[in-house]
């Protein structure tokens, strides 16, 4: 329903809340009413994000003319209600309900991690009794396993039920219930088993007792004992602000950001904002023992630490050398999407203007030219943004596991489409099962149709008829297989949509047809209109940073490469060195020429893209035939173990900078640490490398860096890197400046409050079955035929990442390998979810656990490629194939 | 001036025909007739509707409800009255609930939205679970047709074309019965499509319970037949707004149910005739507990608690003296045999200080301790009520806790306190009505019977443990 | 697999009721429940499966109606009313009178998996109290001679 929100009269009602008169819209709550002036109705069921269970009854309020006391949770204004909210009667009927709570609470604050936190600490200080009057034998219940990451104290429950609905209502799953009846009740999810889905963590923050308390946190620190360092999640392109807890540097626990209340930072237990798993557990690697911590040169010996000063000048003259030799264009730069933008503009800035080659990029993950021009087609065109749903009507998403690449974006997407804010319509040949228990309609298609099927939504829609021809409506009926009524609607959602967006996995763009699949999307988009924009999403934080910093081949900081005034604009802030105004090499080219002897020297900021290669093996050729490869990296990877010479880099922890996330929102990176031993932040390192050159960076303090970068881009940004995250005690949460990587750029700081309130919830593992309406819809003809299964594939956030997979908390969440199956296929095939299936490609065989789900076409099956060894470059000029066959007596 | 019943009219007419003479006579005759009506109903007394031929075995099939003029009322609205209007009989008739609330049935389906066009139900609500209340039993195990045939004429009020039947699980006969009696009606025409031949579809299914007394709370039932946890849920929105599945819902009490087919009958003008001013009709009455003839007990909702216990259920066994009565199922307060001459009606009872609720009357003679009947009912409670909200999860079992020492002579003196305290933190801040029954049981005990508590804190045991409860 | 083999046409049946799904849950447990005695994990599965919820959300229903087993119980289920109307009548008598017979307390199952002993809340059968019901038959007007003549019928 696009225009619900449109025609819904929001007629204002005015009453008064303890004798002072107010005006909120209709529908308002008391309690959310009593909030907006500043007057604190306590609760414990209550929360804003989640349904209304009214069954603490704390919240219970006086309103003149109804006998009996009200819960202000459930009451919507009325036009001159008078509320009262400390009355005698109001008290004694709150001192009640604490005395009924307390009664059986085990009196272990002393050992709670919920102590200083505790909702029921909060009021107790209130309303508790001095004494107990309860003389009986307290409830105890029994401890189970539970979670893995979830710590469950049953007898600290107060049965407030928010975890079970979060887990229902936005995780979007009913796996955390409450057992029993009457007083004997308690919260648990079946055989005690985890709370299985990626969203999980939340449950931590919104339990306002001890009851679900953090295991790795567990009695590591009492909360008023850390501090807290406002920062923003480095893993993924959804981009949440998020709020480090730390000791000595060393990060105890990860929460949704923080705010100040009444001059003291508490976590707030009415959060909206939720983050993911991977964000709230995974972010405890800066003190691993891995961490690269001395610089090394590498020359046939055994590897020896070196100071630094011999490190830089070993790697300096290398680099010197190969651009004496064989001249600039031999040498070669590679940065990774997790670096932070002033890294990257700098990183460029050093194979530019110092070496003097444009052969830089940041894709070192992809396999071919094809799929790099698309990627540019594609960051270059985007301009969506998912901030104000409520000003969206529809959202498009293309191929895209978006709760494994972009949890908190899905999740946004979801709660707007589940409270009908928004149409939710997805296409392609992998959709989000997740999603789409949401979604208004869906299509799906093979992977080698996707082009054809989003070119014939076009025609369809260019058409000025009111309907949509059946001959249109007929073509993508073939392509996807899907029935009249699901590709009408579809149709008419998207014409009559009066804003839209267009939300597309690039990660799930590597056949040859990227390019192809890219140009229709743009061109759906125009005819469509200028009120729908296109969203690439990057399964990677700053791939939006590296593209804007022109920390790629066919980019400058702002603009393209054809921009001459761009050109002229650096060379005259960079020196006057003159610069080769060409294209470079993007990174599947460099890596090719690289193997050929071609480039010589080789310069990589962050090894992660690298390690994500579908054919590491070519990768490995690449590095082997360098003559001089310098790295900069955290951790040790096979890239690091080629270097000649490895520079220990800081991890995000460590650092100060900024990210920008998929939508072009710049968010602040802030340094509450030092990088271990020897190791040093990565923004001194490049301009070391660049004296060692021969050029000095002009940059006194990173602000410098940021201040220039943001002079290049347009508008510029009006704050310094310093207002974006005041940091320490006082510190509001990183103001968002929004960019769009687009040559439009501009600033919503204004904007921020509203932003920092917006719903940005978080996560999932399960594959949520698709509703069954669409489920009869025939399978496309072509698959009948084919030999074997298509197999598709994407990288998923919680898989084998240099960074993330090596948190030790995250580390047995990780899913076992798996393979996810259409039901048409599973049927065939006999199998069920949870079942192992033999994956057999030519020569290769894998065990596999099956996931029955709706996310993969007919006909395709899809595996998480950073969970499996497969030599997926072989297959990206054609579909590869599969035979899949279920292993009798294995349950994975 | 002649008797009505004298000259032969029968009681179908006589409501009509009184009217028609009462504005024609003076003031004596008024009193006369007002007299000769009285003693009528003496003479002529009040045949029993729901509990006709009770001690039968078995149930009473199709053919022989049909035989004694069964179904002929449902004939008779599909025939003749409009829907609306049969609300309207309905409202006029007075009938209560008889579920424990006592609202008007009428008005109750009048609140349904006017021009809905979406599905919408009834529920019968047939929980039963209120102990001392045993009175819908009988009306599904002996009379599943008239059950059926008030459900039927109820969606034919209320424009329902799916009614189901809530039962408890422990039924199980109850539940046999009215399947097979739902089977004869299908096979008869009497459900299904164009029941009778007219325009008018009914299904009825029969949901089992599974054990939870709060199921019987309308909204519990609700959810519990939606597959979920009985949760009463937050009102507003009422069931009849937003019920089963978010539809439109009415639910009704079994004997409420029961009732309709008479009252179509015979009129509303009868059926207020039977009763007082705002408890009109007749009503079934389960006398439990130290009486000579336990039972249930049909009868015009004028008789009175002494007729009740005495007349019909003949009086206190072993001619003992009669200590406490709780008039209405256990979630209302006890009364003394002081209130024995009040009315057992919806008012009567609330004038003697307690409620008629379910009209379950429990008795209970001088031998009995009541901290023991209070320590009971607050272990029932405590059983019972459903965790959902903190009042009534955490308040009764506290109350047990204490009850069950009281009971052993363990309790405190300001236990006593303590007890009326809690009792005053659940009362009115619940969810569900389960919170303010958990108390009366309590408080009433404690305001007649206190030296029974003091005494078993001062003796620190039962003073009545040696006596023998029979 | 029980209860989709064994009892198709049944669950069909439940299923036709309702317009959800979910509202199977509960008839679809008893059929679990007597077909296999109690309430077994497989049962759960299965109906969680039919009728499209989480396990847990099935495992909420057993544990909050006390009619499910969620352990296997005694051929013969015994279950005496203890609320107020058969305890004026004697209803705690008769318990210690069967506990002292099965050599059990309420609540357990006898060793050789005959008897299980409960007491239960008011069954709705005051008028005839004290009542007691053993598996699916209701046994009125109790007294100790009664119930010695009952067991001695179960074998
Ligand atoms: C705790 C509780 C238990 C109840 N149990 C029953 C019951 O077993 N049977 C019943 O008909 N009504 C019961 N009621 C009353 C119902 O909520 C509801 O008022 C009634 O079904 C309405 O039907 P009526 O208007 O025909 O009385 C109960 C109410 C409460 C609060
Ligand atoms: S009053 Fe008792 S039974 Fe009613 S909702 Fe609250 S906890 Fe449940
Ligand atoms: S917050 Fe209103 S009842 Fe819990």
């Given amino acids: ?892 | 001036m002649n008797c009505p019943y004298k000259i032969g009219v029968g009681p179908r007419n006589y409501a009509k025909l009184q009217w028609r003479i009462f504005h024609t006579l003076g003031p004596y005759c008024r009193g006369v007739l007002l007299y000769a009506r009285e003693t009528m109903s003496n003479q002529n007394p009040f045949k029993p509707v729901m509990l006709h031929d009770v001690d039968r075995k078995g149930y009473e099939p199709l053919a022989e409800y049909r035989a004694r003029g069964g179904y002929k009322a449902l004939e008779k609205v599909l025939t003749r009255v409009a829907p609306d209007d049969v609300t309207e009989i309905v409202k006029q008739s007075g009938l209560r609930g008889r579920g424990g609330a006592g609202f008007p049935a009428g008005v109750k389906w009048s609140f349904l939205p006017k021009g809905y066009q979406g599905p919408r139900y009834l529920v019968c609500n047939a929980d039963e679970g209120e102990p001392g209340t045993c009175k819908d039993r009988p009306i599904m195990e002996k009379h599943p047709h008239l059950l059926l045939e008030g459900m039927a004429i109820t969606c034919y009020a209320i424009k329902a074309k799916v009614a189901y039947i809530y039962v408890r699980g422990e039924y199980y006969t109850a539940i046999e019965v009215l399947e097979k009696a739902i089977d004869e009606a299908y096979k008869a025409g009497l459900l299904g499509k164009g029941i009778l031949g007219k325009e008018f579809d009914l299904d009825i299914y029969v949901h089992p319970g599974a054990g939870a007394y709060i199921c019987g709370e309308e909204t519990a039932l609700l959810d519990s037949l939606e597959g979920k946890r009985g949760y009463p849920r937050l009102k507003p929105p009422f069931p009849a707004v937003e019920g089963l599945y978010r539809r439109p819902t009415i639910i009704n009490n079994v004997e409420t149910l029961a009732s309709i087919p008479s009252i179509i009958e015979k009129g509303p003008e009868w059926f207020r005739s039977l009763g007082r001013e705002k408890s009109s009709g007749f009503k079934i009455y389960p006398v439990s507990g130290h009486v000579k003839r336990p039972g249930n007990y049909e009868v015009p909702m004028k008789t009175t608690l002494r007729q009740l216990i005495y007349d019909h259920a003949g009086g206190i066994r072993n001619d003992r003296k009669l200590k406490a009565i709780i008039p209405g199922g256990i979630s209302t307060q006890v009364l003394t045999p002081d209130s024995l001459d009040a009315i057992a009606d919806f008012e009567g009872i609330a004038e003697a200080g307690s409620l008629l609720g379910s009209a379950g009357i429990i008795v209970m003679d001088e031998t009995v301790c009541m901290v023991w009947v209070a320590m009971k009912l607050s272990r029932f409670y405590h059983h019972e009520s459903c965790g959902q909200c903190t009042p009534c999860r955490e308040g009764t079992a506290w109350i047990r806790k204490i009850m069950e020492r009281m009971e052993r002579g363990q309790g405190r003196p300001e236990e006593i306190d303590l007890l009326l305290d809690l009792c005053h933190k659940i009362n009115a801040r619940s969810i569900c009505p389960l919170g303010d029954g958990a108390t009366p049981c309590i408080i009433s005990t404690i305001q007649h019977f206190r030296h029974e508590y003091e005494q078993h804190i001062s003796m620190g045991r039962c003073p009545f443990r040696s006596t023998e409860a029979h | 697999m029980m209860l989709r083999e064994q009892k198709a046409k049944a669950v069909e049946k439940i299923l036709k009721r309702y317009p959800d799904r979910r509202s199977a849950i509960i008839p679809l447990l008893w059929l679990v429940q007597r077909t296999a005695g109690y309430v077994t994990p497989d049962g759960i599965t299965e109906v969680a499966e039919i009728t499209g919820v989480t396990l847990t959300q099935v495992q909420e229903i057993v544990s909050f109606y006390t009619m499910f087993h969620q352990k296997p119980v005694g051929r013969y289920l015994i279950s005496v009313c203890d609320n107020i109307s058969c305890s004026l009548l004697g209803a705690e008598q008769l318990v210690e009178h069967l506990e002292g017979r099965l050599g059990i307390r309420a609540g357990e199952t006898t060793a050789n998996g005959l008897f299980s002993l409960q007491t239960v809340e008011c069954l709705g059968a005051c008028n005839m109290a004290p009542v007691m019901i053993i598996n699916e038959t209701l046994y009125p007007n109790l007294t100790t001679e009664k119930i010695d003549q009952i067991l001695k019928n179960c074998t």
């Fill in chain 1, 1 to 892: 329903m696009p225009d619900a929100a449109t025609t819904q009269k929001t007629s204002n009602v005015t009453l008064t809340i303890d004798g002072r008169s107010l005006t909120v819209p209709e529908g308002t709550m008391i309690i959310e009413a009593a909030k907006s002036i500043g007057i604190y109705i306590p609760h414990y069921c209550y929360h804003p994000a989640l349904s209304i269970a009214g069954s603490c009854r704390l919240c219970l309020v006086e309103i003149k003319g109804m006998p009996k006391l009200q819960i202000a949770c459930s009451i919507p204004v009325k036009e001159g209600m008078e509320v009262f909210t400390n009355t005698e009667e109001v008290k004694d009927a709150r001192i009640g309900m604490m005395e009924f709570l307390l009664a059986n609470h085990p009196l272990d604050c002393p050992v709670c991690d919920r102590g200083g936190e505790c909702m029921l600490q909060r009021f107790s200080v209130d309303y508790g009794i001095a004494h107990t009057r309860f003389m009986d034998q307290k409830r105890r219940f029994r401890k189970p396993q539970f979670d893995p990451l979830i710590d469950i104290e049953r007898n600290r429950c107060i049965l407030c039920t928010r975890c079970v609905r979060f887990c229902d209502e936005i995780a979007g799953e009913h796996v955390m219930g409450v057992f029993n009846r009457g007083e004997q009740n308690y919260i648990g999810t079946y055989g005690d088993g985890p709370v299985s889905n990626i969203f999980s963590g939340n449950v931590i923050d919104l339990c306002p007792v001890g009851t679900l308390t953090s295991k790795p946190f567990r009695f590591q620190a009492r909360v008023w004992e850390l501090h807290q360092l406002q920062t923003t999640c480095p893993y993924c392109a959804s981009g949440c602000p998020v709020t480090c807890w730390t000791r000595d540097g060393k990060v105890c626990r990860t929460t949704p950001p923080i705010r100040k209340d009444k001059g003291k930072y508490v976590l707030d237990e009415d959060t909206t904002e939720f983050i993911c798993n991977q964000g709230r557990f995974g972010l405890d690697i800066g003190h691993h023992a891995e961490r690269l911590r001395h610089p090394i040169i590498r020359n046939n010996g055994p590897d020896a630490p070196v100071t630094w000063d011999e490190a830089i000048q070993a790697a300096a003259q290398g680099l010197r050398r190969i651009r004496n030799e064989h001249g600039p264009q031999a040498v070669a730069f590679l940065a990774s999407p997790s670096a932070t933008c002033e890294e990257l503009y700098l990183f460029q800035r050093l194979a530019r203007s110092v070496i003097g080659t444009n052969n830089i990029d940041w894709r070192g993950h992809l396999a071919s030219p094809d799929i790099a021009a698309a990627f540019s087609l594609a960051m270059s065109t985007a301009n969506g943004m998912l901030d104000d749903l409520s000003e969206i009507e529809c959202v498009l998403v293309l191929n895209c596991d978006l709760l494994h690449e972009a949890p908190v974006t899905a999740l946004k997407l979801r709660e707007a489409a589940r409270k009908a804010n928004i149409e939710l319509l997805l296409l392609g040949h992998h959709i989000d099962s997740w999603l789409a228990t949401h979604a208004k309609a869906y299509l799906q298609c093979l992977p080698d149709q996707e082009h054809a099927l989003i070119y014939a939504l076009d025609q369809a829609i260019a058409k000025a008829e009111p309907e949509p021809t059946s001959a249109d409506v007929d073509t993508i009926r073939e392509l996807s297989g899907a029935g009249k009524e699901t590709v009408e609607s579809l149709i008419t959602s998207l014409r009559s949509a009066g804003s839209g967006v267009i939300v597309y996995g690039v990660s799930e763009i590597w056949s040859h047809l990227a390019s192809t699949v890219v140009d229709d999307l743009v061109a759906l988009r125009n005819t469509l209109g200028p009120q729908w924009a296109l969203l690439p999403v990057n399964p990677e934080r700053n791939a939006s940073g590296a593209f804007a910093t022109g920390c790629q081949s066919d980019r400058l900081p702002g603009s393209g490469c054809d921009n001459q005034k761009t050109w002229e604009k650096l060379e005259s802030l960079w020196g006057k060195v003159p610069l080769v105004r060409a294209a470079g090499l993007s990174a599947p080219d460099i890596l090719e020429q690289a193997s050929l002897g071609e480039i010589k020297g080789l310069v990589v900021l962050g090894s992660d893209a690298l390690l994500r290669h579908p054919k590491p093996e070519r990768v490995n050729q690449a590095l082997k035939t360098l003559e001089h490869l310098v790295v900069i990296d955290v951790f040790p990877s096979s890239t690091t173990e080629q270097a000649h010479v490895v520079l220990p880099g800081a991890l995000f922890t460590e650092k100060d900078g900024t990210y920008i996330d998929a939508e072009g929102r710049l968010a602040r990176l802030c340094k509450g640490d030092d990088p271990p031993e020897d190791a040093r932040d990565n923004w001194q390192i490049l301009g070391e490398l660049a004296k060692a050159l021969g050029t000095e960076f002009p940059y006194q303090r990173l602000d410098d860096v940021f201040a220039e970068l943001m002079n290049l881009l347009h508008p510029p940004c009006p704050f310094t890197l310093e207002e974006l995250a005041p940091e320490g005690p006082g510190a509001e949460c990183p103001i968002r400046c929004i960019t769009k990587p687009s040559d439009r750029f501009h600033v919503l700081a204004g904007k921020y409050h509203a932003l920092a309130s917006s719903f940005r919830p978080t996560c999932h593992v399960r594959f949520a079955e698709l509703p069954t309406a669409h489920a009869e819809e025939k399978i496309p003809p072509t698959v009948e035929s084919g030999p074997g299964l298509i197999l598709t594939w994407a990288p998923i956030l919680q898989g084998r990442d240099h960074w993330g997979g090596r948190s030790p908390t995250m580390a047995p969440l990780r899913p076992s390998p798996y393979i996810e199956i259409h039901p048409s296929n599973a049927k065939e095939l006999a199998v069920q979810t949870g079942d192992a299936v033999e994956l057999r490609m030519g020569e290769l065989r894998l065990l596999l656990r099956a996931i029955v789900c709706a996310g993969p076409a007919p006909g395709t099956v899809h595996v998480a490629s950073n969970l499996v060894d497969l030599p997926l470059g072989d297959y990206l000029t054609r579909l590869p194939r599969v035979q899949l066959k279920k292993v009798e007596g294995k349950q994975t």
